[in-house]
T-cell receptor, first 110, second 112 residues
C-alpha cells in the first residue's frame, strides 16, 4: 500500500530563517509528486509537480526537489506570508487517486 | 481561464438531516472531478471521483453519495447526516493527463 509521510508536522521559523520540509513516500511506480499550499479555511493551491528523480522546480522563495524516496520543499528567507500548511501528494501505478500526506504546518514570525 | 465554484462555504446541519453540496467548473470541458474530505490532523481522503456525466466511483463506502448530472457539475449528497460526517469538504477538478488538481474553496460542515 502506498504511503506518504510528511515531516515535521509543524515548523516555526523566524523571518529570513531558511529551512526544508520533507515528504517521504513508498509507492509502486511513482508517476508524479505534487506540492500544494493550503491557507486556513481554504482549498489547497497547486505549487509544483515533479516527475522524476533529480528534477527541481522553483517559484519565488520555494524550491522543490525529488529523489527516489523523498521530496523536499526548501524555503529560502521565508516571510510571514509564507505561513500555511504545505501538502504533498503522490500519483502512482497502484491507484487512481492522489495519495496525500497529512501536511506540514508552517508558521513564519516577524 | 478555468475556475471552480463550491458552495456553501459553511454549513451547520442537525443529525439526520439531508445534505447537498454543489460544485461547478467553468472554462473546461469533460474534466475529471473529485470530492475529498479533510479532517483535522488527517490527510485529504478521496470520497468520489467522476470521469464523465453519470459516471461515479466511490473510494470509501459511507453515508454519502455523489452525482454528476451535467459535464461540469458535481454534487455530494446524504439522505441522513451523522455526527461523523462533520469535516471540511473539497471539490477538485483535474487538468489533463498530468494529474494536476485544482481545488474549490471548501465547505466546512458541522453536524450537530
Amino acid at each position: 500500500e502506498d504511503q506518504v509521510t510528511q515531516s515535521p508536522e509543524a515548523l516555526r521559523l523566524q523571518e529570513g530563517e531558511s529551512s526544508s520540509l520533507n515528504c517521504s513516500y513508498t509507492v509502486s511506480g511513482l508517476r508524479g509528486l505534487f506540492w500544494y499550499r493550503q491557507d486556513p479555511g481554504k482549498g489547497p493551491e497547486f505549487l509544483f509537480t515533479l516527475y522524476s528523480a533529480g528534477e527541481e522546480k522553483e517559484k519565488e522563495r520555494l524550491k522543490a526537489t525529488l529523489t527516489k524516496k523523498e521530496s523536499f520543499l526548501h524555503i529560502t528567507a521565508p516571510k510571514p506570508e509564507d505561513s500555511a500548511t504545505y501538502l504533498c501528494a503522490v500519483d502512482s501505478n497502484s491507484g487512481y487517486a492522489l495519495n496525500f500526506g497529512k501536511g506540514t504546518s508552517l508558521l513564519v514570525t516577524p | 481561464s478555468q475556475t471552480i465554484h463550491q458552495w456553501p462555504a459553511t454549513l451547520v446541519q442537525p443529525v439526520g438531516s439531508p445534505l447537498s453540496l454543489e460544485c461547478t467548473v467553468e472554462g473546461t470541458s469533460n474534466p475529471n472531478l473529485y470530492w475529498y474530505r479533510q479532517a483535522a490532523g488527517r490527510g485529504l481522503q478521496l470520497l468520489f471521483y467522476s470521469v464523465g456525466i453519470g459516471q461515479i466511483s466511490s473510494e470509501v463506502p459511507q453515508n454519502l453519495s455523489a452525482s454528476r448530472p451535467q459535464d461540469r457539475q458535481f454534487i455530494l449528497s446524504s439522505k441522513k447526516l451523522l455526527l461523523s460526517d462533520s469535516g471540511f469538504y473539497l471539490c477538485a477538478w483535474e487538468e489533463g493527463a498530468g494529474r494536476k488538481s485544482f481545488f474549490g474553496q471548501g465547505t466546512r460542515l458541522t453536524v450537530v
